[in-house]
């Protein structure tokens, strides 16, 4: 039974999508203050950048924290969940 994998491959893609949701809310932020190349710079996007704006715009912070640590641990999921839905042996044919 491959389960387990699968539930750490559909976790990993929540956490991804819930990180890919917050970076968009960035870019739009900066983009309605006249940050132009928000959504052209794809994974250029300049966070330091972000965090200079958000202390004049009064933008919590917590929120950029809490993105890439959704990432990260999206992405270890997405690893686990391959290795374990897929295993780490090839297989024979008799």
């Not at 539930?7 to 932020?29: C, M, P």
């Not at 933008?59 to 809490?66: R, S």
């Amino acid at each position: 039974m491959k389960l387990p994998g699968m539930v750490f491959l559909v976790l990993a893609g929540v956490l991804i999508v819930t990180a890919s949701a917050l970076d968009w809310t960035f870019r739009e932020r900066m983009a309605s203050i006249g940050y132009r190349k928000a959504f052209l710079q794809g994974g250029a996007f300049n966070y330091a950048e972000y965090h200079k704006v958000r202390e004049r715009c009064g933008w919590p912070v917590w929120p950029v924290y809490l993105m890439w640590t959704l990432m990260i641990c999206g992405i270890a999921l997405l690893v686990v969940g391959f290795f374990l839905h897929f295993g780490t042996q090839p297989i024979r044919n008799p």
